[in-house]
């Protein structure tokens, strides 16, 4: 089924960010797809087409480099409005990271950086009820491990969503938008312990910063996750069954 959907990433990165391809790369892997069926757009250019939203079966949102949902700019209200648009469509979609904090701020939450809820490497988290109750988060069982990189965490979600998940850092991990297929995750399930690494040794900022570790010792806070990175063939298999 995945050779028929019709992918696009929505991405937030510089022209020369090594990782652009990499998220590709990365999202086509646990999709069991290859990264040319994924389409592109670059939300630092403007406003996502109404013909992109009518044409596209599933989209994708994930990291963002060197930007944060806590800034302000022209670019990012003109994001902000292109989700809401995603939002109303209701096409099914899957944010991670800073979509995952972008979602939440477009529709009403709110979203601070803060260091001490910061976390870079793999982490354990908790389901809540309703995330055991879910039928792409609830066979991951009560506790599960994520791949991590963030210093911007949201504080309030927004309306008519359901908490899926928590860390002991951050209360809010996951969640989906009530009555639509969105799904979000503060963590990676589109990262293995692979991917993590190239992607931070890529912002060796984050690991002293966050972690107040050298670059050389990072590996220490890495495991591999291979039950997260099937939640997105979960959330497939949910919203296109046949």
Request: charged share 25%; aromatic share 10%.
């Amino acid at each position: 089924m995945s050779d028929r959907i019709r992918y696009l990433l929505l991405q937030v990165r510089n022209s020369d960010d090594p990782m652009r391809q990499h998220e590709v790369q990365s999202f086509a892997r646990v999709l069991e797809t290859t990264p040319e069926r994924i389409g592109v757009f670059d939300m630092l250019s403007g406003p996502l087409p109404i013909p992109e939203v009518a044409r596209t079966d599933l989209f994708l949102l994930g990291g963002s480099g060197h930007y944060s949902v806590t800034d302000d700019g022209q670019w990012l209200e003109i994001a902000l409005d292109s989700l809401r648009d995603l939002h109303d469509s209701g096409k099914p979609t899957f944010a991670s990271c800073w979509g995952f904090q972008a979602m939440a701020r477009a529709m009403g939450g709110r979203v601070e950086k803060d260091l001490s809820h910061a976390e870079v490497g793999t982490h354990w988290l908790k389901l809540t009820a309703a995330g055991l109750a879910d039928p792409v988060f609830g066979p991951l069982g009560e506790t599960f491990q994520g791949q991590m990189g963030h210093e911007d965490h949201v504080v309030e979600l927004p309306p008519n969503v359901t908490l899926l998940a928590s860390s002991d850092r951050v209360k809010n991990q996951a969640y989906h938008f009530n009555n639509r297929d969105i799904y979000c995750t503060q963590f990676h399930p589109e990262l293995n312990y692979e991917d993590l690494l190239l992607r931070v040794q890529n912002y060796p900022e984050y690991i002293r910063r966050i972690a107040g570790l050298p670059p050389e010792r990072f590996p220490e806070l890495l495991a591999n996750t291979p039950e997260t990175e099937l939640l997105l063939k979960r959330f497939i298999r949910m919203v296109f069954p046949d």
